[in-house]
């Protein structure tokens, strides 16, 4: 079994700045793609960013130059630095993986952080 676990959440202050870890445990597993996604209750769940095990990455438009994703494949970690925040970034943030075990592909969630965004 793998998880996933997140840190770095918290309040900040609109145009301030976060970073986001998330690293992966357990044992004989490759991670394929990493992905931060996030949630405001009552919305839809929104993929922030995407990064890939060649460090191929995408972003949300709503992100794009304010937020880098970036990861350690020898650490099974990724990250998501924040910057320029805003009020809309407020969500709670979740770790997303692809992950090989024994074979099987699945996809696993860490357990959210809260970002908070405001004065």
């Known amino acids: 079994q793998v998880q996933l676990v997140e840190s770095g959440g918290g309040l900040v202050q609109p145009g301030g700045s976060l970073r986001l870890s998330c690293a992966a445990s357990?044992?004989?597993?490759?991670?394929?793609?990493m992905s931060w996604y996030r949630h405001v209750l009552g919305k839809q769940r929104e993929l922030v960013a995407h990064i890939t095990n060649t460090g191929n990455t995408n972003y949300a438009d709503s992100v794009k130059g304010r937020f880098t994703i970036s990861r350690d494949n020898g650490k099974n970690t990724a990250s998501l630095q924040m910057k320029s925040l805003k009020p809309e970034d407020t969500a709670v943030y979740y770790c997303?993986?692809?992950?090989?075990?024994?074979?099987?592909?699945?996809?696993?969630w860490g357990q959210g952080t809260q970002v908070t965004v405001s004065s």
């Open positions: 997303n993986a692809d992950i090989l075990i024994r074979g099987v592909w699945g996809e696993y």
């Open positions: 357990g044992s004989s597993f490759n991670i394929y793609a």
